[in-house]
């Protein structure tokens, strides 16, 4: 494959499977990441262009008292009524592209992007911006553990979360590299580190 002299890795992974960890790891390692859930948290607070959108095509109800997005009751919604969230995305998705283009136009001293994406199979808009993707992966049991604590969110509401995610082995059959991710933190960490070596090494080959 092709690389550019800076090039774009996309990092991907169903819900709870580690996505996060790895990029933090990778971050710590000096790779510029990109996490498209940061900018999408950003635009659902005021002043954010999409809020006014979503008011007016949603319903102003979907807005918190202070302006911001009611994400709980979105989500709620989105999952009770298919039309909501492609309605959603046609808002956000535009506009967390054209920050994420802004981010990578920046300069750096990273020696490639990691740009996080959870639906970046799904989502054509990312995956053309990436020339290599990582997944993150792990067993269903042990995403819908890890939610349950972190997000606090019932087996059920976990499961509708992941039933609108690209299935687990779809998405390791589109993968160029994988990390395991039912392990331990270190485990995690060491693959990472062992990725971040092979993409040096290929970075410098074009160079």
């Excluded at 819900?15 to 710590?28: E, L, P, T, V, Y």
């Excluded at 006014?52 to 008292?65: K, N, Q, V, Y």
Aim: aromatic share 4%; net charge neutral; charged share 20%.
């Amino acid at each position: 494959m092709a690389l550019p002299k800076h090039w774009i890795i996309g990092l991907t992974g169903g819900i709870g499977s580690g996505k996060s960890c790895a990029a933090r790891r990778f971050q710590s390692l000096g790779v510029r990441v990109i996490d498209t859930d940061d900018i999408s948290h950003t635009l659902a607070q005021p002043p954010s262009p999409a809020l006014e959108r979503i008011a007016s095509r949603l319903g102003p109800e979907f807005l918190t008292a202070g302006g911001a997005l009611d994400r709980v009751r979105m989500r709620e919604h989105i999952f009770a009524h298919p039309e909501a969230r492609k309605s959603l995305e046609a808002i956000l998705h535009p506009l967390i592209l054209q920050e994420v283009q802004r981010q990578i136009a920046e300069p750096t001293a990273a020696p490639y992007t990691i740009l996080v994406v959870p639906l970046l199979f799904e989502t054509p808009l990312f995956r053309a911006l990436i020339q290599r993707n990582v997944v993150v992966d792990c067993s269903e049991e042990e995403q819908i553990a890890r939610v349950t604590i972190r997000n606090n969110l019932s087996k059920a509401e976990i499961v509708a979360i992941m039933s609108s995610q690209l299935p687990r082995n779809a998405r390791l059959k589109q993968a160029d590299d994988i990390i395991f991710n039912d392990g331990t933190l270190s485990h995690l960490e060491d693959q990472v580190t062992t990725l971040h070596q092979r993409f040096l090494q290929l970075a410098n080959s074009v160079q």
